[in-house]
């Protein structure tokens, strides 16, 4: 140990570069250690429904649809999740929730995550309809076939179409397994109408109020049948049905079912609602030391090239300057005093 101290006086600037050239070599193996602690897994749903093609939000200050709004809030999440998090992707139409992938680890496959979200798109959906009670029951199935259960983030604006009438309206009082669910909401309370977009996605016309009203019929009632509406264009701007985010009714079905609402105006508010989610588990998971190694690597880099006592060097410089400002003030006062006498 003598030895390790006095070749390290005598070495200092060698030692400390030899340091740091080591904790750069070991951070590139990427070294970890097993650290228990909490394992986030989540399925980000996304509705993919026409009702999210409406241009009522903002994108930098330019008009947006809530599908776009959607995406920017996606990649701004999963930019913000911490290594060993695990996401899955999902789309919502009709009245249930196809999950594109089991949950992948996010940092390893940042840039396919990023990608899916890239490529959302109201053409992939399989049903022009919006049954969001309905869509509660398929997440929960979707959640069953994962090999871990997983946190829910539901981006929707809460449209209904058609709308809900009392046999069409799905009993949620039962249901079970929403604890710690995130609905976040999409648009605006003002609303503006749903564009009718080509397979091309050229806008067409605009979907009329007659679209979001059941068709008549006592077929209606049969499961077959549930759910069906006119797909009429709209023939004049009066005509026009109007989409709004339907906050109060998320909300709603939030406290139905044991979840959480929470506006999706801005990521802050989504990444703080999903910090009080519950995680997936608690389990031991390989905490990676390349950032501590690198880390270390540049403090001892800075340590070479400050001299051996910086602490003794800057008081010294003080004391130095505080000398010289005395020995200026005695100058001046000298000479003031010689001044004055050869003035008497």
């Not at 604890?179 to 979907?207: F, M, R």
Request: net charge neutral; aromatic share 8%.
């Amino acid at each position: 140990m003598k030895k390790l101290i006095v070749y390290f006086k005598t070495h200092r600037d060698s030692a400390l570069l030899g340091g740091a050239l080591l904790m750069l070599v070991l951070s590139m193996f990427h070294i970890t250690v097993p650290v228990r602690h909490n394992i986030y897994t989540y399925l980000l749903v996304a509705d993919i429904t026409q009702s999210m093609n409406t241009v009522d939000t903002t994108i930098n200050g330019k008009p947006a649809s809530r599908m776009a709004h959607t995406q920017k809030m996606l990649h701004e999440v999963v930019s913000s999740l911490p290594c060993g998090t695990k996401v899955s992707v999902g789309l919502f139409a009709g009245g249930s929730v196809a999950a594109l992938y089991n949950p992948i680890e996010v940092c390893n496959n940042f840039a396919a995550i990023q990608d899916t979200i890239d490529h959302l798109d109201w053409r992939t959906a399989w049903s022009g309809n919006s049954r969001l009670r309905e869509g509660m029951f398929s997440i929960t199935r979707a959640i069953r076939s994962f090999p871990e259960t997983a946190q829910v983030v539901f981006f929707t604006d809460g449209e209904e179409a058609p709308k809900l009438h009392a046999f069409n309206t799905k009993d949620l009082t039962n249901f079970q397994g929403a604890d710690g669910w995130l609905l976040v909401g999409v648009g605006s309370e003002k609303g503006a109408s749903i564009p009718k977009l080509s397979e091309k996605n050229q806008l067409i016309g605009y979907w009329s109020n007659e679209s979001f009203a059941l068709q008549p019929g006592i077929a209606q009632i049969s499961e077959s049948n549930l759910g069906v509406r006119d797909d009429n264009v709209a023939s004049g701007e009066q005509d026009r049905f109007i989409s709004k985010l339907n906050a109060e009714y998320m909300k709603s079905i939030a406290k139905e079912i044991g979840s959480t609402y929470v506006d999706g105006d801005n990521v802050h508010n989504i990444l703080d609602a999903m910090k009080k989610q519950k995680p997936a588990r608690r389990d031991v998971a390989p905490f990676d030391l390349s950032w501590v190694l690198a880390s270390l690597a540049g403090l001892l880099l800075l340590a070479a090239y400050f001299s051996k006592h910086p602490i003794k060097q800057i008081g010294e410089a003080l004391s130095l300057y505080r000398k010289n400002a005395i020995r200026k003030q005695h100058t001046k006062n000298e000479l003031a005093i010689a001044h004055d006498n050869h003035i008497n």
